[in-house]
């Protein structure tokens, strides 16, 4: 069959289509490998410029390591030196305890033992009086002897608190025990030993009143916060009087 001139174009067109794809395919082949290389050249950039900066890093942590190296150093040469100076200073106070006994953080003696002359403060001075009579028969042999113990210990006594007789009465006819007892059964207090109770106190443990705040200039109040406290009750003695 004989070819036409159509036939002979679409050929020429099949042949040079081949052809650029031929000088494609190679342009890209001849790419490839400057690509890898350049990406191999950044690669080997990067791993570079870590290790630097890690380098980096390692050397300020040394010089860190090695400023704290130098504080902790000082830091135990002071201790030590406290220590040292610490030593000497207690060895100083156990020569000279007997003569200056030690006393607390404040200065202040504790509620329930008695108080040492080196735990006194500035203006301060130990005072030993005798114990009071425990036993009386009356409220007026009580007074008598009170006015006694105050002249003798130079102390000044003042009644605080005064419990009647009719309000220990009404307390006991109260309690679940005494509850529909008649009260012949009851241990009630005969109304003529009136006061049942009377608390003292000492004078410079009086709390602050209105008219100590200025108000009235006269009236001055000097307290010390003094806990001394003295109950006085009426009891009953074992021969039933």
């Not at 207090?189 to 008219?211: A, M, N, V």
């Amino acid at each position: 069959m004989a070819r036409t001139p159509k036939t002979a174009m679409i050929k020429a067109q099949m042949a040079e289509q081949t052809r650029l794809e031929e000088e494609a395919r190679r342009q890209e082949e001849a790419r490839r490998p400057d690509a890898s290389t350049a990406r191999t050249r950044s690669t080997e950039l990067g791993r570079a410029a870590g290790s630097s900066s890690r380098d980096r890093d390692d050397v300020d942590v040394g010089e860190d390591k090695v400023e704290e190296g130098e504080k902790s150093c000082d830091a135990d040469d002071a201790v030590s030196e406290e220590k040292d100076e610490g030593g000497s200073e207690d060895k100083d106070d156990g020569d000279s305890e007997d003569q200056h006994p030690r006393t607390s953080g404040k200065g202040k003696a504790r509620r329930g033992r008695k108080r040492l002359a080196a735990e006194l403060e500035e203006g301060e001075a130990l005072c030993h009086v005798p114990p009071f009579k425990p036993d009386h028969d009356t409220w007026a042999n009580l007074e008598t002897c009170l006015k006694d113990y105050m002249m003798l210990t130079h102390q000044k006594l003042v009644i605080k608190e005064v419990v009647h007789v009719v309000r220990r009465n009404a307390d006991l006819r109260t309690q679940v025990r005494y509850q529909g007892v008649p009260d012949s059964e009851i241990p009630l207090i005969p109304s003529e030993l009136d006061p049942y109770q009377r608390k003292f106190i000492c004078t410079h443990g009086w709390s602050e009143r209105e008219r100590s705040t200025g108000k009235r200039t006269s009236h001055n109040l000097l307290r010390t916060f003094c806990p001394f406290q003295m109950l006085a009750q009426v009891t009953k003695k074992p021969h039933g009087t």
